[in-house]
């Protein structure tokens, strides 16, 4: 199950540093000039997860296998990237295949990386972003307004609901709004989506700052978070850099150079896991001899639904799945420990799935 998360923003503020330091490796071009990135580079991370190395050892398992995201590193992006200026048509091409944006602002000062606008101002740059891929979505919608309120007039049903909400995305684009400020009922929501507009997407601010910002972060970045927190978003602070530079080393010396830079874990473990929670997902487990392995399913999923990502047959011929919470696991020494003392507990289709719950499915094709 693929969730991909755009990394996007202007030329020279860090986006190919930081999709290296995330997929640790050099496979996206970090160069000191607009559009060195030309084709989009897609990196498969593992999702960070310490419940599962524990499960693991219980279970006395052969193989670790962690959930994984895919990450995005898209063309920087330039003013007038709506009218196919700079990569303009690449990029929002490429951006529309996502599920998330991850904005990366440039906030620190190094006079030997040119910033296009000859200043460093990150909510600029994120106006900048932000106006390009609305003025796309105005476009778009526009196009395909004058289609469906031509079906809506015949008495199209569906017509009628999609040039509602076409009107609802308009409505707030026309006031200088993202679409995703539009309040959207849940029944609407495929309807919703399928308009795959832009601006709809969920964001995540990425503050990128220098590295002796990295721990405390500065005055750029903290604008970054005081704008995230009033539009109800998320902001990570990060040091592309450092990250770039912590990919590259063991996991004692990451633990080492963390502990110089007063940093308790790695920048990029709280962007992946910002990025998940972002998306609403959640993870479930499995664990046996064999392996122990996280499954990434969205939050609110029923266990027929969450048996579906291992396959299709668990979800067709799903009879019940054996559940043990992760920390009833851990307290009774594993699956065995944890049915004697009566904590595991036989779920039909209904249960929704809980975060950390250890599964086992009974299924019949």
Same mark, same amino acid.
């Given at each position: 199950?693929?969730?991909?998360?755009?990394?996007?923003?202007?030329?020279?503020?860090?986006?190919?540093?930081?999709?290296?330091?995330?997929?640790?490796?050099? &496979?996206?071009?970090?160069?000191? =000039?607009?559009?060195?990135?030309?084709?989009?580079?897609?990196?498969?991370?593992?999702?960070?997860?310490?419940?599962?190395?524990?499960? &693991?050892?219980?279970?006395?398992?052969?193989?670790?296998?962690?959930?994984?995201?895919?990450? /995005?590193?898209?063309?920087?992006?330039?003013?007038?990237?709506?009218?196919?200026?700079?990569?303009?048509?690449?990029?929002? &091409?490429?951006?529309?295949?996502?599920?998330?944006?991850?904005?990366?602002?440039?906030?620190?000062?190094?006079?030997?990386?040119?910033?296009?606008?000859?200043?460093?101002?990150?909510?600029?740059?994120?106006?900048?972003?932000?106006?390009?891929?609305?003025?796309?979505?105005?476009?778009?919608?526009?196009?395909?307004?004058?289609?469906? /309120?031509?079906?809506?007039?015949?008495?199209?049903?569906?017509?009628?609901?999609?040039?509602?909400?076409?009107?609802?995305?308009?409505?707030?684009?026309?006031?200088?709004?993202?679409?995703?400020?539009?309040?959207?009922?849940?029944?609407? *929501?495929?309807?919703?989506?399928?308009?795959?507009?832009?601006?709809?997407?969920?964001?995540?601010?990425?503050?990128?700052?220098?590295?002796?910002?990295?721990?405390?972060?500065?005055?750029?970045?903290?604008?970054?978070?005081?704008?995230?927190?009033?539009?109800?978003?998320?902001?990570?602070?990060?040091?592309?850099?450092?990250?770039?530079?912590?990919?590259?080393?063991?996991?004692?010396?990451?633990?080492?150079?963390?502990?110089?830079?007063?940093?308790?874990?790695?920048?990029?473990?709280?962007?992946?896991?910002?990025? =998940?929670?972002?998306?609403?997902?959640?993870?479930?487990?499995?664990?046996?001899?064999?392996?122990?392995?996280?499954?990434?399913? *969205?939050?609110?999923?029923?266990?027929?639904?969450?048996?579906?990502?291992?396959?299709?047959?668990?979800?067709?011929?799903?009879?019940?799945?054996?559940?043990?919470?992760?920390?009833?696991?851990?307290?009774?020494?594993?699956?065995?420990?944890?049915?004697?003392?009566?904590?595991?507990?036989?779920?039909?289709?209904?249960? /929704?799935?809980?975060?950390?719950?250890?599964?086992?499915?009974?299924?019949?094709?």
């Amino acid at each position: 199950m693929g969730f991909k998360c755009g990394i996007v923003g202007l030329p020279n503020v860090g986006k190919s540093t930081l999709f290296n330091a995330l997929t640790q490796t050099a &496979a996206a071009q970090a160069a000191n =000039y607009p559009f060195c990135t030309i084709e989009p580079n897609v990196g498969e991370v593992a999702v960070p997860e310490k419940r599962l190395a524990k499960l &693991a050892e219980i279970a006395g398992s052969k193989e670790i296998i962690p959930a994984r995201m895919n990450f /995005v590193d898209i063309a920087g992006l330039v003013e007038g990237a709506s009218k196919g200026e700079g990569l303009g048509n690449q990029f929002l &091409a490429n951006i529309r295949e996502t599920d998330a944006i991850i904005y990366v602002l440039r906030c620190f000062e190094d006079d030997d990386i040119t910033h296009v606008s000859g200043k460093i101002d990150p909510l600029a740059d994120q106006a900048v972003v932000e106006t390009e891929l609305m003025l796309a979505d105005l476009e778009s919608l526009e196009k395909r307004k004058t289609n469906w /309120v031509k079906k809506a007039n015949s008495g199209d049903k569906e017509a009628k609901a999609q040039v509602a909400l076409i009107d609802l995305a308009l409505a707030e684009l026309n006031e200088g709004r993202p679409a995703r400020r539009a309040q959207i009922d849940e029944d609407d *929501r495929k309807a919703w989506n399928m308009l795959q507009l832009l601006t709809a997407k969920p964001v995540l601010y990425v503050a990128n700052v220098d590295e002796e910002s990295a721990a405390s972060g500065n005055e750029y970045s903290q604008r970054v978070v005081d704008f995230a927190a009033e539009e109800g978003s998320q902001a990570v602070v990060i040091s592309a850099q450092i990250e770039a530079e912590i990919s590259q080393l063991d996991p004692d010396e990451q633990a080492e150079f963390l502990e110089t830079l007063g940093l308790e874990e790695p920048g990029l473990t709280r962007l992946i896991h910002s990025g =998940y929670d972002l998306l609403g997902l959640q993870t479930y487990f499995t664990a046996g001899p064999k392996e122990s392995r996280a499954w990434t399913i *969205r939050k609110g999923w029923t266990a027929p639904q969450a048996a579906g990502v291992i396959h299709g047959d668990f979800e067709k011929g799903f009879i019940r799945a054996e559940t043990i919470a992760f920390d009833d696991y851990v307290a009774h020494n594993g699956e065995a420990g944890a049915k004697e003392a009566g904590k595991m507990r036989a779920e039909g289709k209904d249960y /929704v799935v809980q975060d950390g719950d250890v599964l086992l499915f009974r299924f019949n094709v």
